[in-house]
């Protein structure tokens, strides 16, 4: 079956570490996003990418990269690992046209101390 | 600015009776609206949505109502049970550009028994 997958699922660092959240979606899909939820402010974007090499940045972009090498992947990288950054990440993907229903991978536990 | 907005951050209700999830929204440029359903420790799942030509969605115990005058719609659970405690997502999507969903806070769902 056809599914989106993110590891690890959960990860401690250090502050100022450099550290990738994977993101694989077998389903083909073009679209491609990266949310983080916390507590009051409910699902907010980071990042997406509308196809191979295609990145586009979020409302909360700032601290956080992405790379889009092939269909399947979007990583999520955050190259100097702030404590605000303690949150949850999820990834999603669509397939676009006239259905704009995102399905959504199991999430990232990040705590940064 | 919020532009998807869930005013209630929680609700509780009786197993057999219904559950309404309220959402209002502010641009008139949303023409589809979906519901998504999140449990702890998973990523949100899709449940049910309508576009801005309809004025009623209905799916098994869910039905969505769009009351585009009032920018408002509603999610209608009957009856309600108690697997159905989880919190609920209304998020909207641009005409013209229907792959970015614009999300709300959410709603936390309680169904006792």
């Known amino acids: 079956d056809a599914e989106i997958t993110q590891s690890p699922r959960h990860k401690i660092i250090e502050t100022g570490r450099q550290v990738t959240l994977a993101c694989h979606q077998t389903?083909?899909?073009?679209?491609m996003f990266w949310y983080r939820q916390d507590l009051g402010h409910g699902l907010r974007l980071i990042h997406y990418s509308y196809g191979v090499h295609d990145t586009n940045k979020g409302e909360v972009s700032d601290g956080y990269s992405v790379s889009r090498s092939n269909t399947e992947d979007l990583p999520l990288t955050l190259e100097s690992a702030a404590s605000s950054q303690t949150s949850v990440y999820f990834c999603?993907?669509?397939?676009?046209?006239?259905?704009?229903?995102?399905?959504f991978g199991p999430g990232t536990r990040l705590t940064v101390l | 600015d919020q532009q998807v907005k869930q005013n209630s951050p929680s609700l509780s209700v009786q197993e057999g009776r219904i559950s309404i999830l309220n959402c209002d929204y502010t641009?008139?440029?949303?023409?589809?609206f979906l519901w998504y359903k999140k449990y702890p420790a998973e990523g949100p799942t899709f449940l049910i949505s309508?576009?801005?030509i309809k004025d009623k969605n209905e799916d098994g115990r869910f039905t969505v109502f769009l009351n585009k005058s009032a920018k408002h719609l509603s999610l209608h659970i009957v009856p309600s049970q108690p697997g159905d405690s989880a919190v609920y997502f209304c998020a909207a999507s641009y005409a013209g550009n229907n792959r970015k969903l614009i999300w709300g806070l959410g709603t936390s769902l309680a169904v006792n028994p």
């Open positions: 999603a993907s669509m397939r676009g046209g006239a259905d704009n229903e995102q399905f």
């Open positions: 389903w083909n899909h073009n679209n």
């Open positions: 309508i576009s801005s």
């Open positions: 641009n008139s440029m949303f023409d589809y």
